[in-house]
């Protein structure tokens, strides 16, 4: 794997992006949308809406797609209408070709959803694609990509693999950007770890991930998972968790109804503001680890751990979060459940492979008697990685390779293209 040259992109300065005075004209409309795959699309959603907000000279008015999964983290936004969208290709152009002419949209940013991003740019709509994963596709994969996006925007990351360096070269309009991450709240900066044993109080448990479309059971990682994090926890010391994410709402109750003796544990998910708040208020994040949680934890500096992987682009994310950060803080699977390298061997079949693989071992994990690969293993692993963190690391080393501008930069990608609004009338 080699490293990725720092080749930052220069910002758009605001004033080539709408000149002069802002006129009285109507709003540009902006369609969005995020991969149903997690959270993650939609954090990323959000902060790009945040510095839409911030750049805008002209008013803006956002029609969302799909994205049902991620809805939740958005509502702080005003996004004026939602559209579900029909599962058959030539049905989704249609209903995306009909809510474009409706909704006069004139620009639209999409994160990790190829499908939808094409839908738009064959209804005429320039179009910026994110890709957060650039490290992860393989020929395999390049049917899925909008690789002739008006602009796409390929997060920095520390290493990227040969295999994916043939997808890249063939993108039209490529554009690296930083970290496509939310900005903290104010005052709070984050300062990283320094080594010394700390008592920890309170610890975030973040689980994102669960609603990917051909996840088979949502409930089987949580369910092998979070039992053996909790009493890891209590046999820290720590006293209160929450446990937050996309989680099933039927699962929550019989996960902390009966909490380990001394730690307390509530539950529920958060929106992206919130669940930055609750970054600066916790002394430890234990996070399935999706790289927009790891790279908004690093820039807060907090301490994290890497909990076992629960599909590919983790297995990758939770490698780069250790090495960046100088410390092995990541939980991995017995080889019973799946062999990391074996996954990432399949992939070059397609990233459908790698997850069969990995979907299948967790599944039949969660299907035996007791539901654990070995309760006791799986605790004695997770708390290990707890110590081994409390030891203290560079907690913001990852984020600080990559950068965290990348908000603005896509939102200022999106108003150069969105072009001059007609007045209104016209």
């Known amino acids: 794997m080699r490293r990725v040259p720092d080749v930052r992109p220069p910002a758009l300065r605001p004033a080539a992006v709408l000149p002069g005075p802002a006129p009285r004209r ?5 369609a969005l949308a995020g991969a149903e795959f997690g959270w993650g699309s939609s954090g990323k959603l959000s902060a790009v809406l945040s510095a839409l907000r911030e750049r805008a000279r002209l008013p ?36 995306v070709g009909r809510i474009v002419r409706s909704h006069g949209v004139r620009a639209a940013v999409v994160v990790l959803d190829g499908a939808i991003a094409t839908a738009l740019q064959a209804a005429g709509v320039p179009t910026v694609f994110v890709d957060s994963l650039p490290f992860l596709w393989t020929e395999g994969d390049r049917a899925a990509l909008p690789l002739d996006a008006t602009v796409y925007c390929a997060q920095q990351c520390v290493g990227l693999p040969p295999e994916c360096e043939g997808i890249l070269a063939s993108v039209a309009s490529l554009r690296w950007v930083e970290a496509v991450i939310g900005t ?19 610890a975030l448990v973040s689980l994102g991930g669960l609603g990917a479309p051909r996840l088979p059971d949502r409930t089987a990682y949580p369910r092998v998972v979070v039992p053996a994090v909790l009493d890891a926890l209590a046999e820290h010391g720590v006293q209160e968790a929450h446990l937050a994410g996309n989680l099933p709402a039927g699962l929550l109750g019989g996960l902390v109804e009966r909490p380990p003796a001394g730690l307390r544990v509530t539950a529920g998910p958060l929106p992206h503001s919130a669940f930055l708040s609750e970054l600066t208020r916790c002394d430890v994040l234990l996070a399935s680890p999706g790289l927009t949680t790891l790279l908004e934890a690093g820039r807060l500096g907090v301490p994290t751990v890497c909990l076992p992987p629960q599909n590919l682009s983790q297995i990758f994310n939770g490698r780069f979060h250790s090495r960046a950060v100088g410390v092995d803080v ?34 039949r994990v969660a299907a035996r008697a007791d539901g654990t690969p070995g309760a006791a293993g799986l605790r004695a692993a ?18 600080a390779a990559v950068g965290t501008g990348g908000a603005a930069q896509v939102a200022e990608a999106l108003l150069a293209i969105a072009g001059p609004t007609p007045a209104r009338g016209a």
């Open 382 to 399: 997770v708390l290990a990685a707890v110590r081994r963190a409390a030891g203290g690391a560079d907690w913001g080393a990852l984020t």
């Open 60 to 95: 803006l008015r956002f029609v969302g797609l799909a994205s049902g999964l991620g809805r939740p983290l958005l509502a702080e936004h005003s996004v004026e209408h939602w559209y579900d969208l029909p599962d058959a290709a030539a049905d989704r152009r249609a209903a």
């Open 330 to 363: 990541r939980v991995v699977w017995p080889e019973n459940v799946f062999r990391e390298e074996e996954a990432l061997g399949l992939r070059a079949k397609g990233e459908d492979h790698a997850l069969e693989l990995i979907y299948g071992g967790i599944g």
């Open 26 to 30: 109507g709003p540009v409309t902006v």
């Open 184 to 202: 903290p709240p104010a005052g709070s900066t984050g300062t990283p770890g320094t080594p010394g044993t700390r008592t920890w109080r309170k």
